[in-house]
């Protein structure tokens, strides 16, 4: 098990910046691939961005590609969604996500067996 939790949400301004962070705890010794989702009332819960095992490979959704960056510090197992230039369509509640992998370098998509709690991002106009 992999446990997840997010911190740094809240309220910011259009055109504003965040950042919000993901701490994994539990079998972290094993390797693992991470991603940020987010759900907005009434849709459905969609992949942002997804960060491989050694951080070096990367992949954003169309719609936050250029404004939001993933990373992650693997000494401290913890990953971070910087946020740029937001959007009040960027208004969600963010889920971090886990999942085992054995390839280093593939940004996963698919598979999350991993989720934080959730935390919200609300973006005012």
């Known amino acids: 098990q992999v446990h997840l939790e997010e911190s740094g949400g809240g309220l910011v301004q259009t055109g504003g910046s965040m950042r919000l962070s993901c701490a994994a705890s539990?079998?972290?010794?094993?390797?693992?691939?991470m991603g940020w989702f987010r759900q907005a009332p009434g849709e459905e819960r969609k992949l942002v961005a997804s960060i491989s095992v050694s951080g070096e490979r990367s992949r954003y959704s169309e719609s936050v590609e250029g404004r939001f960056t993933i990373s992650r510090d693997n000494a401290k197992n913890t990953m971070y969604l910087q946020m740029d230039n937001l959007k009040p369509e960027d208004t969600s509640i963010y889920y971090c996500?886990?999942?085992?992998?054995?390839?280093?370098?593939?940004?996963?998509?698919?598979?999350?067996?991993?989720w934080g709690q959730g935390i919200q991002v609300t973006v005012s106009s």
């Open positions: 996500a886990a999942l085992h992998l054995l390839d280093r370098d593939m940004a996963p998509v698919v598979g999350f067996d991993y």
């Open positions: 539990g079998r972290t010794f094993i390797p693992y691939g």
